[in-house]
């Protein structure tokens, strides 16, 4: 297993920016992919992006061109860069990895993101 602690949320005006933060332990960090995902009560979970064990990265359309995901093996964490936020980005963001399997199996306990219009 690997325990996953996010950080870096809060609140900002729309049109500006946050990172969001991933620490990651417990297992080797370069071998599996991580991934954001965010869920606003009463809605599914949302993909947001992930990024591969070799780096390969990949965004959900509603994100693209303004966020940006990148992890540092060095320091066992991923990031989340979120420019020209929207007051619709507004909700919990949670940081997954995919642990010796096809599906996300290990999960944060999120980090709210509030956008003010």
């Known amino acids: 297993q690997v325990r996953l602690v996010e950080s870096g949320g809060g609140l900002v005006q729309a049109g500006g920016s946050l990172r969001l933060s991933c620490a990651a332990s417990?297992?080797?960090?370069?071998?599996?992919?991580m991934a954001w995902f965010r869920r606003t009560p009463g809605k599914e979970r949302e993909f947001v992006a992930s990024?591969?064990?070799?780096?390969?990265?990949a965004y959900a359309d509603s994100v693209k061109g303004r966020f940006t995901i990148s992890r540092d093996g060095a320091k066992n964490t991923v990031s989340l860069q979120m420019n020209s936020l929207k007051p619709e980005d507004t909700t919990v963001y949670y940081c997954a990895a995919q642990v010796g399997s096809l599906v996300y199996n290990n999960w944060g306990q999120g980090t709210q993101v509030t956008v003010s219009s």
């Open positions: 417990g297992r080797t960090f370069s071998s599996f992919a």
């Open positions: 990024v591969s064990g070799s780096g390969s990265t």
